[in-house]
């Protein structure tokens, strides 16, 4: 059976850049454009689920990509 990959997805209207996601990443993937809110590197992420889990704000989404 072929394994769902999984990848986050930001929301900006509900991010409020906190910065907490980009401290759980272990890859490094996101990173808070010009303070304002997260952008993941979807080249970098590995669908670990820390940043969504941690968010206070509920901005980050797992989106299964295959
Ligand atoms: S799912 Fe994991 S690897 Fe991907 S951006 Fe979130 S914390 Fe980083
Ligand atoms: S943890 Fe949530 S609210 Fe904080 S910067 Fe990341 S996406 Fe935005």
Same mark, same amino acid.
């Given at each position: 059976?072929?394994?769902?990959?999984?990848? !986050?997805?930001?929301?900006? #209207?509900? $991010? *409020?850049? =906190? +910065?907490? /996601?980009?401290?759980? &990443?272990?890859?490094? @993937? %996101?990173?808070?454009?010009?303070?304002?809110? !997260?952008?993941?590197?979807? #080249?970098? $992420? *590995?669908? =670990? +689920?820390? /940043?969504?889990?941690? &968010?206070?704000?509920? @901005? %980050?989404?797992?989106?299964?990509?295959?």
């Amino acid at each position: 059976m072929k394994k769902i990959k999984r990848q !986050a997805v930001s929301n900006k #209207s509900e $991010c *409020v850049a =906190c +910065g907490v /996601c980009a401290l759980e &990443c272990k890859r490094q @993937a %996101i990173q808070i454009f010009k303070g304002c809110y !997260a952008i993941v590197d979807t #080249s970098l $992420c *590995v669908g =670990c +689920g820390m /940043c969504e889990k941690n &968010c206070p704000a509920g @901005a %980050i989404e797992m989106e299964v990509i295959e």
